[in-house]
Nanobody, 117 residues
Framework: QVQLVESGGGLVQPGDSLRLSCETS????????LTWVRQAPGKGVEWVST??????TYTDSVKGRFTTSRDFAKNTMYLQMTTLTPEDTGVYYC????????????RGQGTQVTVSS
């Protein structure tokens, strides 16, 4: 079955960098869109980035700071985050599908990112 497992979160200071990983299985990795979303404390789910065979897109607040990539040999997607700010704090999830995929789309359990001094 489809599985997505995030890792790499942690507590960092403003300005620091962090790389999240999303290990996947159960589907054809090279054919599908994959998306990062995040949820800040007390807020709704926010789309962060989507990668597919057409390209990669980002929400405006992370453009130039975050980079999404894929390792086809490892069936793993990454989110390289730089110049982190407290506003980037939240639980980050990877999900199968594009930006507007249904809420029911498979996703991982999430990884916590906390940016604080």
């Amino acid at each position: 079955q489809v599985q997505l497992v995030e890792s790499g979160g942690g507590l960092v200071q403003p300005g620091d960098s962090l790389r999240l990983s999303c290990e996947t299985s159960g589907f054809t990795f090279s054919s599908e869109s994959l998306t990062w979303v995040r949820q800040a404390p007390g807020k709704g789910v926010e789309w962060v980035s989507t990668i597919n065979n057409i390209g990669t897109t980002y929400t405006d607040s992370v453009k130039g700071r975050f980079t999404t990539s894929r390792d086809f040999a490892k069936n793993t997607m990454y989110l390289q985050m730089t110049t982190l700010t407290p506003e980037d704090t939240g639980v980050y999830y990877c999900k199968l599908g594009g930006r507007f995929s249904p809420e029911s789309s498979p996703r991982g359990q999430g990884t916590q990112v906390t940016v604080s001094s």
